[in-house]
């Protein structure tokens, strides 16, 4: 499972607003109250979070691992369908978005952070779309 929009979800601190703001064709000024994609500071402020929704779900009785805004997790058949719901149910209940097409009901495989795991055949692999971008990058002409 995956946040939708993760930065965006998350609120900067009303008193560190002018610290995010920036002025346009020399007098418009925009403040943002997310945290900006790119800032070292984001990423944290996610990964901290999602550490927490992490934390709330193990004392559910659940495990899941986290890695910034992504939720991965291997369950026993038999539970899987429970943990998935409790995870959406968390999650919902602490006002964040997952991704609508990560929404589905588990199944016997799942990517994760760009690796595809299947629990039918017990393999590790990288997906088709991932190996099709390594394969065009080596053979890509080199730009100096």
């Known amino acids: 499972m995956d946040l939708s929009r993760a930065y965006r979800q998350l609120r900067i601190d009303p008193r560190d607003y002018h610290l995010l703001g920036y002025r346009h064709n020399g007098f418009l000024l925009y403040f943002d109250i997310a945290p900006p994609f790119g800032l ?3 990423a944290m402020m996610c990964q901290r979070t999602t550490s927490a ?4 779900y193990q004392v ?14 291997a369950e026993i058949l038999e539970k899987s369908s429970a943990a998935f719901h409790a995870l959406s149910t ?5 006002g964040l978005e997952s991704l609508p097409e990560k929404d589905s009901p588990p199944n016997t495989s799942m990517v994760f952070l760009g690796i595809l795991v299947n629990t039918d055949d017990m393999t590790v692999s990288v997906t088709p779309d ?10 890509s002409p080199l730009v100096s």
Do not use: K
């Not at 929704?53 to 709330?56: F, G, L, R, T």
């Not at 009785?61 to 997790?73: E, R």
């Not at 190996?131 to 053979?139: I, K, P, R, V």
């Open 130 to 139: 991932r190996l099709h971008e390594l394969f065009a990058s080596l053979f």
């Open 60 to 73: 559910l009785g659940c495990s899941c691992t986290n890695y910034i805004d992504d939720f991965g997790a």
């Open 40 to 42: 070292r500071s984001s």
């Open 90 to 94: 968390l999650l919902v209940s602490l």
């Open 53 to 56: 929704v992490m934390h709330m």
